[in-house]
Structures are given as C-alpha cells and as structure tokens.
Nanobody, 118 residues
Framework: QVQLVESGGGLVQAGGSLKLSCAAS????????MGWFRQATGKQRELVAS???????DYVDSVKGRFTISRDNAKNTVYLQMSRLNAEDTAVYYC????????????WGQGTQVTVSS
C-alpha cells in the first residue's frame, strides 16, 4: 500500500506563509483524489483542500484565497501552500488519498503540526 509522509510544518507568525508537502511512496495518479485535512485541539478534523486526479481543486471557505493545493505527479507529491496564516489555522495537518473505486479517504499520513503565533 502507498504510504504518505507530510513535511513542512512548523511555527510561523501570523500573516506568514508555509508550504506543506505530502510525498507518496508510489504513483499518486492512481488515486481518485487527494486532500489536506486539519485537526485543531478539541475540534473535529476538517477537509481543508482537495485536488482531483484531473487537477480540479476545492477549498473550505475559511482558507479560500489563502491556501493553494497542487500536485506534481512526476514527484508523487502534493503540496499545500498556505499564506496569510492566522491563529485559527493552528492544527495538525494531514495528507490523505482516495483509492481507486472508493469515494472515501482511506490512506493517511502521520500529520505535521502547524502553529501560528499571534
């Protein structure tokens, strides 16, 4: 099974930027879609951004205009460029993938912490 490994998290000041990477151990083109989720302390995990096999993207309203999801099939990597970060963006960010013929995110990375200081 393909494994996902996130990187790029860290501590950033409010208004700053970070770029998360999700490296897959195999070919990501097989997946119906990939997404970035986040879970803040005491809150439910939410889907922040998603990208389809064809490259269509979708975002939760709270990050529209600030976050950009992209994929590099040649590198088997998905990115999340985050800008104008604020304290509400503090969370553990997870990369996930939807396997073929399955309309659910079934493959998950271990997560990377993003902390925004105000």
């Amino acid at each position: 099974q393909v494994q996902l490994v996130e990187s790029g998290g860290g501590l950033v000041q409010a208004g700053g930027s970070l770029k998360l990477s999700c490296a897959a151990s195999g070919n990501i083109f097989i997946f119906n879609g990939m997404g970035w989720f986040r879970q803040a302390t005491g809150k439910q995990r939410e889907l922040v951004a998603s990208i389809s096999r064809g490259g269509s993207t979708d975002y939760v309203d709270s990050v529209k205009g600030r976050f950009t999801i992209s994929r590099d099939n040649a590198k088997n990597t998905v990115y999340l460029q985050m800008s104008r970060l604020n304290a509400e963006d503090t969370a553990v960010y997870y990369c996930a993938a939807r396997p073929p013929l399955i309309n659910e995110y079934r493959i998950w990375g271990q997560g990377t912490q993003v902390t925004v200081s105000s």
